[in-house]
């Protein structure tokens, strides 16, 4: 094909194999875990999920530097479980939700949590607060024939060494299977989606120079120099 301009497909490595996991959208689930809804404002924990965006080149792989986004003076880390689709559907029922999935990773939804927030207020889009560039650090996605599909496990984020966010994949609102029926009622998801299934309590901020590390038990660790 004779493009205008070259453009790289966004891909992630696969643990243990030579293939790579090719990016094509990163959905995002708002408000998964109670104790993180009991921080943020005023939130029902009783509606159902909400999602966003963030565009697939807004991977950050692993090794790469994170540089401190532009306008913004709270900057946030979310630790999050990745989940990898490579089977399409649409309107796909929880209890086949599973067999969709390619593997899972370890993801940081990095957040300008001071964007975000003019943007609630303005009742505005969370693109500049959720879809920035380098906005999704991403661990190398481990395959579920390597690890089946866990539900419970340690998910935890250290800020140079200190222990900031600390819970358990049991604890969130809406499992994998259940964010996938409702997500996929929105939108039919294709192979190479990814979707980052929110976050436990104790988002905080970072500044440059700070060194973050975090993972999910028995999935994957992650590791990102903020610059
Ligand atoms: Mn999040």
């Known amino acids: ?91 796909i029922k929880a209890e086949n939700a599973l067999a969709h999935i390619y593997g899972y990773g370890v993801g940081i939804d990095m957040t300008r949590r001071d964007l975000q927030a003019i943007a609630k207020e303005m009742r505005r889009p969370w693109e500049p607060g959720k879809a920035f560039d380098h906005a999704a650090p991403c661990s190398n996605i481990v395959p579920a024939s390597s690890i089946g599909h866990p539900d419970k496990g340690r998910i935890w984020l250290a800020v140079n060494g200190e222990v900031k966010q600390d819970g358990d994949l049991e604890h969130q609102i809406w499992p994998v299977a259940d964010a996938i029926a409702h997500l996929s009622m929105l939108f039919e998801l294709m192979p190479g989606d990814l979707i980052m299934t929110g976050t436990p309590a104790g988002v905080g901020p970072l500044v440059a120079g700070d060194t973050v590390t975090g993972g999910i038990d028995g999935i994957a660790e992650i590791a990102v120099n903020v610059v």
């Open 1 to 91: 094909m004779n493009l205008v301009v070259p453009l790289e497909q966004v891909t992630l490595a696969v643990e243990g194999t030579d293939a790579r996991f090719p990016v094509r959208r990163i959905y995002c689930v708002g408000r998964n875990y109670l104790d993180h809804i009991h921080e943020t404002a005023g939130a029902d924990e009783r509606e159902p999920p909400f999602f966003f965006q963030k565009p697939a080149d807004a991977i950050l792989a692993p090794g790469e530097d994170f540089p401190y986004p532009s306008l913004t003076e709270k900057l946030h880390h979310e630790i999050e479980l990745v989940v990898a689709i490579n089977k399409a559907g649409a309107d």
